[in-house]
């Protein structure tokens, strides 16, 4: 399946401090997002990355993406409690297929301790 | 002013029963979605309308039944509800198919007792 898979799947930090989430695809893609969420929330889109881009900047927020090796990252720093929430990288549409749909990857929790 | 907005927010039933979830967005957005996210928090398409015109339909039973009266709204209708259906369903709209952002609803959770 296309779905993408994200480590860690949890992360305990202290404010203050940076969190890194990796996440890993299957196919090529036309672009990759992450969105958070927050709990008993819908989620939010964070950044958009195109497959023609290779890093990406949104205030705290860092993206990066490498298709040969079919990964992104998301660096936020100078972690708040309040950037405590679950993180999910999405990938599509397939380039191969021309499957149109959006693919969630398994998210990472993150907890942001005061 | 609430852009993705979904009734009800929690919605507790007995199997057997038929129960609705409506969602309306106020964006203007062509595309409209779905979405099943279990208790492991997997987030899973089930359906896609592009102008009220139905485009995706992934392995979704057919007790669930979308429908799209407008562009602006998405309705889910589930049929004679099992156990297996208990999850958070989230409704999401773009204005451009997967190459934009999804902005999503914050969610009906459906307890099947």
């Known amino acids: 399946s296309q779905q993408g898979e994200e480590d860690p799947q949890a992360l305990s930090i202290q404010e203050g401090e940076n969190a890194t989430m990796n996440c890993s695809y299957k196919?090529?893609?036309?672009?990759l997002q992450w969105y958070r969420q927050n709990s008993g929330r819908g989620l939010v889109h964070l950044i958009l990355?195109?497959?023609?881009?290779r890093e990406k900047h949104s205030g705290r927020l860092r993206v990066t993406l490498d298709t040969s090796k079919k990964s992104s990252s998301l660096l936020i720093t100078a972690s708040r409690a309040a950037d405590t929430a679950s993180y999910f990288c999405?990938?599509?549409?397939?380039?191969?297929?021309?499957?149109?749909?959006?693919?969630f990857g398994t998210g990472t929790r993150l907890l942001v301790s005061p | 002013d609430t852009a993705v907005s979904q009734t009800p927010k929690y919605l507790v039933t007995q199997m057997g029963n038929d129960k609705s979830i409506k969602c309306e967005q106020n964006?203007?957005?062509?595309?409209m979605y779905w979405y099943k996210q279990d208790s492991k928090k997997f987030l899973k398409i089930m359906f896609s309308y592009n102008n009220k015109e139905l485009i995706i339909n992934e392995t979704v039973p057919n007790r669930f039944s979308p429908k799209s009266p407008d562009k602006a709204h998405l309705n889910l209708h589930i049929n004679s509800l099992e156990l297996g259906d208990s999850a958070v369903y989230f409704c999401?709209?773009?204005?451009?198919?997967?190459?934009?952002?999804?902005?999503f609803g914050n969610g009906t959770r459906l307890t099947v007792t």
């Open positions: 964006l203007g957005h062509d595309t």
């Open positions: 999405a990938t599509g549409p397939d380039m191969n297929t021309g499957f149109q749909k959006l693919v």
């Open positions: 196919t090529s893609i036309n672009n």
């Open positions: 990355i195109r497959s023609n881009e």
């Open positions: 999401a709209s773009t204005p451009e198919g997967y190459v934009s952002p999804l902005h």
